[in-house]
């Protein structure tokens, strides 16, 4: 039981990332909402799961604090610009 814990954990810890950048994503307007409350119920579901049959403890805080710090990345990662690579001179290449 211990093992599907963790493995909870990591895929708590996975959607949690993805409603970071799901959340950056709907405020620019390029994705629905419906999608951004999906992965919130994902993440919730399974972050809960962790901590049902037994009280909560250090791994319980430790998915918990990850999948925060997972969030802040996804936030982070998507709000960033790219920058799009100008290959023109690699598939064309001048002779």
Do not use: N
């Amino acid at each position: 039981m211990e093992f599907l814990r963790g493995v909870l954990g990591l895929i708590g810890v996975g959607c949690a990332y993805m409603l970071g950048r799901s959340v950056v994503l709907v405020r620019k307007g390029w994705q629905k909402g419906s999608r951004s409350y999906g992965w919130a119920i994902r993440s919730a579901a399974c972050l809960v799961a962790v901590a049902l049959r037994h009280p909560v403890d250090v791994a319980d805080l430790a998915v918990w604090s990850l999948s925060a710090a997972a969030f802040a990345l996804g936030y982070v990662v998507a709000s960033r610009e790219r920058k799009e690579e100008d290959l023109t001179k690699t598939i064309f290449p001048e002779q």
